[in-house]
C-alpha cells in the first residue's frame, strides 16, 4: 500500500461519499484495479478511516442545517436524539444478525472466517449495487411523480419510520455496494418522509454508525497483527489516517459542488447510475478481477 495508492482511493472516497452510489463499492473496485486485496485487515481499516474522513467533511458542512433542525429547541434535540438510538438500536440488531447468518451460512466449514472475507467478491457487490439501484430507482420516480406532496413534508422521521431505515441500515452493513445512504435516504422516501430531512436524518445516523465501524476493524487489524498478520499496526494505522485526512479535503470539494446538483429532483439518476454500475462490476468479475 503506497502512498499514491492512498491517495487515489482516498480521492474515491471522498468524491463519492456524498452520492448515494455506495463509495465503499468504488473504493473496493479501486483497489481491486489497484491490485490490493480489499478483505485484508489494512484494507478494511482504511477503509473504515476514509469513512471517517469524509465523515468528518460532512459534519463540518452539515453543521449549520443540523443546528437548526435538530438544535433549534430541547423538544427537537429529544426527539432527534431518540430517532437516532432507535434506529440505531434496530441497525445493530439486524446488522450483526445478519453477519452471523452469512458467516454460519456462505463460510460454513471455513476456518477463521469473518464478513469482511466478503468484501474482496465482485460477485456479490454486483448484485447489492444493483438492489440498491433498483430502490434508489423506484424512490426517484415517485418523488418526481409525487413532488408537490413531498416538498410539503417538513417532519424528521416518526419513532416507527426511523426503526424501519434503521432496519434497512443493518441490511447494508455486511454488504458493499448496498449504498447505505442510498437505501436509508430511499427508505424514507418511501415511507413519507421529504428527501432533504431523510438525508440530514441518514447522516447523522452514519455520524453515529462510524466510531463503532472503525473500533470493529482496528481490533481486527491488532488480532492480525498478533498472529503475525505481516502489517504493522502503527504503519498502517498511520497511512490509514493520512487517508483519512485525504478523504476529509476531497469530501468538502466535492460537497461544495455536489449537494446542490442533488436537489434537482434528479434522485433517480442515482438509481440508474448504480444498476450501469453493477453491470460493470459484473464485467469485470467476468474477467478476472
Request: charged share 10%.
Amino acid at each position: 500500500m503506497t502512498f499514491l495508492n492512498i491517495v487515489i482511493l482516498a480521492i474515491v472516497q471522498g468524491l463519492a461519499e456524498l452520492l448515494p452510489v455506495s463509495s465503499s463499492a468504488h473504493v473496493v473496485v479501486a483497489e481491486k484495479l489497484l491490485g490490493l486485496d480489499p478483505s485484508s485487515p489494512p484494507m478494511t481499516l482504511l477503509l473504515v478511516m476514509l469513512h471517517t474522513g469524509t465523515m468528518f467533511a460532512v459534519i463540518v458542512y452539515f453543521w449549520q442545517t443540523w443546528r437548526r433542525t435538530y438544535f433549534h429547541s430541547f423538544a427537537d434535540f429529544k426527539r432527534i436524539v431518540v430517532a437516532v438510538i432507535v434506529a440505531t438500536a434496530v441497525t445493530g440488531v439486524i446488522g450483526l444478525g445478519a453477519m452471523q447468518v452469512i458467516e454460519r451460512t456462505v463460510f460454513a466449514g471455513v476456518p477463521h472466517a469473518e464478513i469482511e472475507d466478503l468484501f474482496g467478491h465482485l460477485e456479490f457487490i454486483a448484485p447489492a449495487l444493483a438492489v440498491a439501484g433498483a430502490l434508489i430507482l423506484v424512490a426517484g420516480l415517485l418523488e418526481r411523480r409525487h413532488a408537490a406532496r413531498a416538498a410539503a413534508q417538513a417532519s424528521d422521521p416518526t419513532l416507527a419510520q426511523s426503526a424501519v431505515i434503521g432496519a434497512v441500515q443493518g441490511i447494508c452493513l455486511p454488504f458493499r455496494g448496498f449504498s447505505r445512504s442510498g437505501a436509508t435516504i430511499s427508505t424514507g422516501m418511501l415511507l413519507g418522509v421529504a428527501k432533504a430531512r431523510a438525508e440530514t436524518f441518514s447522516f447523522a445516523l452514519a455520524v453515529v454508525l462510524t466510531p463503532p465501524v472503525v473500533a470493529r476493524e482496528a481490533l481486527r487489524l491488532a488480532k492480525a497483527a498478533r498472529e503475525g498478520g505481516g502489517a504493522s499496526l502503527a504503519g498502517v494505522t498511520g497511512l490509514s489516517l493520512l487517508g483519512a485526512v485525504v478523504a476529509f479535503l476531497a469530501g468538502l470539494v466535492a460537497l461544495k459542488w455536489l449537494s446542490g446538483w442533488l436537489e434537482h429532483g434528479r434522485w433517480y439518476l442515482f438509481g440508474i447510475y448504480c444498476l450501469v454500475a453493477a453491470g460493470v462490476v459484473f464485467y469485470l468479475h467476468g474477467i478476472g478481477y
